[in-house]
């Protein structure tokens, strides 16, 4: 398995949890899914083993844009990271 994604609904919110390896080839898929489920949507990496500086931008606007993204400290300070460089 390389990635996949799983949806969570409780009516009020929804949480796609990710899995695997999240390279950038599949922000295409992950950003439909996103826009399926409006807003009031989490990302949950906590399945997730790798990604890439791609991802990792993408995240970050994400979270800009208002959406919650739950991972590991190390996505969580890269994306510090690139949010600096950004400016």
Known sequence: MTFKIERYADGHHTTLR???YLQAEYL????????RNGPRMALDLDEVTLVDVEVVRFLGGCEAEGGTV????Y????MLRERDRKG
């Not at 996505?75 to 890269?78: A, K, M, S, T």
């Open 75 to 78: 996505i969580r300070e890269w």
């Open 70 to 73: 739950l991972c590991a400290p």
């Open 28 to 35: 295409e898929e992950l950003q439909a899914q996103i826009e």
């Open 18 to 20: 990710l899995i695997g």
